[in-house]
């Protein structure tokens, strides 16, 4: 329907013609008092008296507010015109208790016929929530399996104690004067820390230095520590070795 013939059908109807009607409009109707569980009467400017299937299918959206809950084989009547049925979107008819006093409800007219709009509470979601893709929880297997993954390093406080490092994970101090201060570590240079399981827990520092190469391991079981064992790692060259190589406790091969 042109908006030529709908103006003329309003302004025949009595009343001014204030809008065409389309689709994506939303038309807010009035709930009158006089409206019962099985009857919803509804008023709405510039809808002409009696509603044509012409006119009415051209109708946006109708939004209102019922005060009462509705029962078996509800109607709608608007601006006093014939009531028809509210039915759900697949045609057949609502349960009672469906639309909810107080709440907004939402329909839209076709061929003498409201079809309800449904809402989530209306299709028993009432509980679920519009939660981006970011923003929603993971599950606890989920979790889980993340928890088992080693995390990203995570620096040593000032005075901590390494005795008390037995969840696995990856540690570091980030200056000799950090590392200076840390409790029954193997040195006192900067170092990074693993921690694994196994039956117990074992430890692996390596300390930060330009030459050579200097790691520490350590194993706790049955709530005690054992000392703190250097790895010794084997160079080899052409040329006499740097006095550090050996000093950091590594082994260095000449070959001719």
């Known amino acids: 329907m042109s908006k030529n013939i709908i103006m003329q059908v309003l302004t025949s109807s009595g009343y001014e013609p204030m809008y065409p009607f389309n689709p994506s409009l939303v038309l807010n109707a009035t709930f009158l008092p006089t409206s019962t569980a099985t009857k919803y009467n509804l008023s709405i400017d510039g809808v002409p008296t009696p509603l044509t299937n012409s006119f009415g299918n051209m109708m946006g959206i109708i939004s209102f507010i019922p005060t009462v809950t509705n029962g078996i084989n509800p109607s709608i009547s608007i601006n006093g015109d014939v009531a028809y049925p509210i039915l759900f979107p697949d045609g ?105 399981k196994h039956i117990g827990t074992k430890q692996t520092v390596t300390a930060y230095t330009s030459t050579g190469i200097q790691t520490w391991v350590r194993n706790y079981s049955g709530g005690t520590w054992s000392g703190w064992t250097q790895q010794a790692f084997v160079f080899s060259g052409k040329t006499n070795p740097d006095a550090s190589i050996g000093a950091d406790g590594n082994i260095y091969l000449k070959y001719e």
């Open 92 to 196: 057949t008819s609502i349960n009672t208790n469906t639309l909810i006093a107080n709440r907004p409800t939402f329909v839209k007219y076709n061929n003498n016929n409201f079809y309800l709009i449904l809402d989530k509470s209306q299709v028993g979601l009432g509980n679920v929530n519009n939660t981006s893709d970011i923003d929603k929880p993971i599950s606890s297997a989920t979790q889980t399996a993340l928890n088992l993954k080693l995390n990203t390093p995570t620096l040593i406080s000032a005075n901590s104690n390494l005795n008390s490092y037995t969840t696995g994970g990856l540690f570091y101090t980030n200056t000799n004067s950090l590392a200076a201060t840390i409790v029954n570590a193997p040195t006192q240079t900067a170092f990074s820390l693993l921690v694994e």
